[in-house]
């Protein structure tokens, strides 16, 4: 009997674990860097270490891997989690801007980076609350 692997998630393609920490973090960094990024760096605390972990879990299990986020805080509700923040175009904008410049870096697979690019360009329109 013959067994049918079962089909790659985003999570597998891109690297598993340590990929998606380092496309995180290249994030993140970039956030720091780049000064049109100023705006969405100001909805951050002053260290990004907690906010690059719980991107992390959440996209660990966005992207088909393991459910980290839900398993520690339940369903993301992430429209409610970002109501305390003010939100516009300009803020998803330049959040886009970093991961944008994040998976060109970090996902040399192009077709895969272009799907992700579309799904986080729909996540962040979604977060708009202003």
Same mark, same amino acid.
């Given at each position: 009997?013959n067994?049918?692997?079962?089909?790659q998630?985003?999570?597998?393609?891109?690297g598993?674990?340590?990929?998606?920490?380092?496309?995180?973090?290249?994030?993140?960094?970039?956030?720091?860097?780049?000064?049109?990024?100023?705006?969405?760096?100001?909805?951050?605390?002053?260290?990004? =270490?907690?906010? $690059?972990?719980?991107?992390?879990e959440? !996209?660990?299990?966005? %992207?088909?891997?393991?459910?980290?986020?839900? /398993?520690k805080?339940?369903?993301?509700?992430?429209?409610?989690?970002?109501?305390?923040?003010?939100?516009?175009?300009?803020?998803?904008?330049?959040?886009?801007?970093?991961?944008?410049? =994040?998976?060109? $870096?970090?996902?040399p697979?192009?077709? !895969?980076?272009?799907? %992700?690019?579309?799904?986080?360009?729909?996540? /962040?329109s979604?977060?708009i609350?202003?």
């Amino acid at each position: 009997m013959n067994s049918i692997p079962p089909p790659q998630t985003p999570y597998d393609l891109i690297g598993g674990e340590t990929a998606v920490r380092e496309l995180v973090h290249r994030f993140y960094e970039l956030m720091d860097e780049l000064p049109e990024a100023h705006a969405v760096r100001q909805l951050h605390p002053e260290s990004l =270490a907690g906010s $690059e972990n719980m991107l992390f879990e959440y !996209l660990s299990g966005w %992207l088909g891997g393991p459910n980290l986020y839900i /398993a520690k805080k339940g369903h993301p509700r992430l429209r409610m989690r970002h109501a305390p923040y003010t939100i516009g175009h300009k803020e998803r904008d330049e959040w886009m801007l970093c991961m944008t410049q =994040a998976l060109h $870096e970090q996902v040399p697979n192009g077709a !895969l980076r272009n799907t %992700l690019l579309q799904q986080f360009g729909e996540l /962040a329109s979604h977060m708009i609350n202003s």
